[in-house]
């Protein structure tokens, strides 16, 4: 929780075709560049609180969004996408460098982010939260930031519960290959392995 002079809100879902995003720029009023409180932990709240993405982001304020939102997309067919795969890019600059910027994800449901894939960009560690089949991903970010991952629908049979949810915006460690060559009697020997 916290006060942000916008919430950048990226909402997906899927068909049998991919992925479908409706990205929304909330702020209170274009010239005013008041942050406003905003919650997206689980729980139950007081009343007053305005819900947006589905009731997993509320604030304090009625927002307005900004023009030229919302935005739809369908992904699927970019490069190397498939309808179970597909890359998210989302970025956003305010007008004052120093600005406070939530960027919230709702994923579609039964998809899950995939950190052993590249590009993997975020402005801050996320606060993650499973909303019964579907996961959301905020994060924060002061200036604006970019963000970008990777998420795939879930195998049938695999559950949320396979997975370590406080990893999956954490690339896994990469292994350093130490390649060797040495010539001796002439016989040539080629050694690979960890550094």
Do not use: C
Not at 62 to 69: A, C, E, H, T
Not at 174 to 187: C, H, I, Q, R, Y
């Amino acid at each position: 929780m916290g006060y942000f002079s916008y919430a950048y809100v990226v909402e997906g879902s899927a068909d049998d075709e991919g992925v479908n995003l409706r990205t929304s720029l909330y702020a209170e009023h274009l010239d005013s560049g008041k942050p406003v409180f905003f919650s997206w932990a689980d729980g139950t709240r007081s009343r007053g609180l305005r819900s947006y993405a589905h009731g997993t982001l509320y604030s304090e304020t009625k927002l307005s969004q900004r023009p030229g939102y919302p935005r739809t997309e369908h992904l699927g067919n970019g490069p190397g996408e498939t309808r179970d795969l597909v890359l998210i890019e989302e970025n956003f600059t305010p007008s004052g460098e120093s600005e406070p910027v939530l960027f919230h994800f709702v994923l579609p449901p039964h998809f899950i982010p995939r950190p052993d894939m590249t590009p993997l960009v975020t402005p801050s560690p996320p606060s993650i939260i499973r909303r019964g089949d579907l996961l959301t991903a905020t994060f924060v970010a002061r200036g604006g930031g970019d963000v970008r991952f990777w998420i795939s629908r879930l195998a049938k049979g695999v559950t949320f519960e396979d997975y370590d949810l406080d990893r999956v915006f954490k690339a896994p460690p990469t292994k350093n290959a130490k390649v060797t060559f040495e010539l001796n009697l002439g016989v040539i020997k080629i050694a690979i392995g960890d550094r």
